[in-house]
């Protein structure tokens, strides 16, 4: 009915759709509801109280915009019971300095953490930028992962 859920308190829980400009931010990807079942079970299983809220700004191709991803963060990061944005995408490329601004004021402020993907690419970050986990803010964790066993 256009009315933000809530669970009675005040806390919103239902997110919000920048692709779709509404409430259902349904992951048409599958991209999002993947990473965000590994962070829910990691923290499930170690007991650790915590919500989710959804923020799409990606379609089902996993393409968006700069402006829709800009949106996204500014309304994640502005809500009071924010700890953690996860931003598991990112580019090759210019480091787009708006949304640097952004994470550096959240990094003044002490509060959140943004968790981002090192790439898929087996590319070496610290030759080929990869944003926004090349961001050199205190706040910003870059997470990979290898399909194969790493040996010496």
Known sequence: NGIACSNGIST???????VNQDFEANDNNGHG???TSIIHNALTNQ?????????????????????????????????PEMDIINMSFGWCGEPHTLLKKFITATENKGKILVVTSAGNT???????????SSYTNTNVLSIAAMNTPFTD
């Open 12 to 18: 919103e829980i239902s997110g919000w759709d920048f």
């Open 33 to 35: 509801t993947i990473v």
């Open 47 to 79: 007991n650790i109280p915590y919500s989710i809220l959804p923020v799409k700004v990606f379609n089902k191709e996993g393409k968006g915009t700069y402006f829709d991803l800009l949106c996204g963060y500014r309304f994640a990061e502005k809500k």
């Open 122 to 132: 087996g590319s070496d970050n610290d030759v080929i930028s990869h944003y926004p």
